[in-house]
Nanobody, 122 residues
């Protein structure tokens, strides 16, 4: 089982990035796939999650209206489109495979990709 996250980078406030999470050796559609982030000195927090069985989605309040999680079932990829980025969005972003439904409780995620760094700076 592998999750490969990519797409991070340096962007100015108000800018956009799209993160990708490529799932290998399992069908992402059989699980919840979520994006979490961890800023320096802060705990990891859930950002967005999509449930494979029905496509239901949850977002953290801090990103609602700005971030969109989506999936390409054929390619086994989950995306996180991030628009109107703010300084406080700066963090390492991780994707995880969840087995406990649509949730941000990270103990219900059993596999994680490596982080991809997002830096929002002017």
């Amino acid at each position: 089982v592998q999750l490969q996250a990519s797409g991070g980078g340096l962007v100015q406030p108000g800018g956009s990035l799209r993160l990708s999470c490529v799932a290998s050796e399992f069908r992402a559609n059989d699980y919840a796939i979520a994006w979490f982030r961890q800023a320096p000195g802060k705990e990891r927090e859930g950002v967005a999650s999509i449930l494979g069985s029905d496509g239901n989605i949850i977002y953290a309040d801090s990103v609602k209206g700005r971030f969109t999680i989506s999936r390409d079932i054929q390619k086994n990829i989950v995306y996180l489109q991030m628009n109107n980025l703010k300084l406080e969005d700066t963090a390492d972003y991780y994707c995880g495979r969840g087995f406990g439904g649509l949730t941000f409780y990270d103990y219900l995620y059993d596999y994680w990709g490596q982080g991809t760094q997002v830096t929002v700076s002017s």
